[in-house]
């Protein structure tokens, strides 16, 4: 059973680099993970969509990491 709950932790935080680029960004959305989409393990794309339709009930960690992850990407130009 330790090693279940073991091998859970390590695929819900394993998810989330499709949100977060860092192991403070995963951990502040497992807890969420795990409360609203915890249905959705172990489809990253699902998990993320979960978080994504669950905003208002994040945790505010949470929000600001999917909030990050929401942004499109801007190019840097080389031209003067």
Same mark, same amino acid.
């Given at each position: 059973?330790?090693? /279940?709950?073991?091998?859970?932790? $390590? #695929?819900?935080?394993?998810? /989330?680099? /499709?949100?977060?680029?860092? *192991? $403070?960004? %995963? !951990? /502040?959305?497992?807890?969420?993970?795990? %409360? #609203? =989409? $915890?249905?959705?393990?172990?489809?990253? !794309?699902?998990?993320?969509?979960?978080?994504? &339709?669950? *905003?208002?009930? #994040?945790?505010?960690? =949470?929000?600001?990491?999917?909030? &990050?992850? !929401?942004?499109?990407?801007?190019?840097?130009?080389?031209?003067?």
């Amino acid at each position: 059973m330790k090693s /279940a709950s073991i091998a859970l932790l $390590a #695929l819900i935080a394993g998810a /989330a680099p /499709a949100l977060a680029d860092s *192991r $403070a960004d %995963r !951990a /502040a959305c497992t807890p969420d993970v795990m %409360r #609203l =989409c $915890a249905s959705q393990i172990p489809n990253v !794309a699902a998990i993320t969509v979960c978080l994504r &339709q669950q *905003r208002p009930n #994040l945790s505010p960690g =949470c929000r600001v990491v999917m909030d &990050q992850s !929401a942004r499109p990407v801007r190019s840097v130009s080389n031209r003067p």
